[in-house]
């Protein structure tokens, strides 16, 4: 599934493997926004939560802080982020607050 596109009407989105809140977590790409759609990896201000079974700190950062020219993980090209529950934001802001 991950790096396979998912189409829907006119929009293609890129699935990208984002494990750390949950051991298969993806998260979703548009190239011509470079907008990621991130469930719960992102917060505005915080990251998703790991600890619940299966969920892993370390792993999480790592697909959060992936070098921004890695499209194999969720940070890679992203310029903008919808975060999981309601708000969204610049993916330039989210490590700013997303320490722990």
Same mark, same amino acid.
């Given at each position: 599934m991950a790096g396979q596109p998912v189409r829907f009407g006119e929009v293609e989105l890129e699935v990208r493997f984002a494990p750390g809140h949950a051991p298969g977590h993806v998260v979703f790409y548009h190239e011509p926004t470079a907008? @990621?759609? =991130? =469930?719960? @990896?992102?917060?505005q201000r915080s990251i998703g939560r790991t600890d619940l079974p299966g969920g892993n700190h370390a792993e999480l950062l790592h697909s959060i802080e992936t070098e921004p020219d890695d499209p194999a993980r969720c940070h890679g090209g992203v310029s903008r982020a919808r975060p999981g529950h309601h708000h969204r934001g610049g993916a330039a802001q989210q490590p700013v607050f997303n320490e722990e």
């Amino acid at each position: 599934m991950a790096g396979q596109p998912v189409r829907f009407g006119e929009v293609e989105l890129e699935v990208r493997f984002a494990p750390g809140h949950a051991p298969g977590h993806v998260v979703f790409y548009h190239e011509p926004t470079a907008t @990621v759609i =991130g =469930g719960d @990896v992102l917060f505005q201000r915080s990251i998703g939560r790991t600890d619940l079974p299966g969920g892993n700190h370390a792993e999480l950062l790592h697909s959060i802080e992936t070098e921004p020219d890695d499209p194999a993980r969720c940070h890679g090209g992203v310029s903008r982020a919808r975060p999981g529950h309601h708000h969204r934001g610049g993916a330039a802001q989210q490590p700013v607050f997303n320490e722990e």
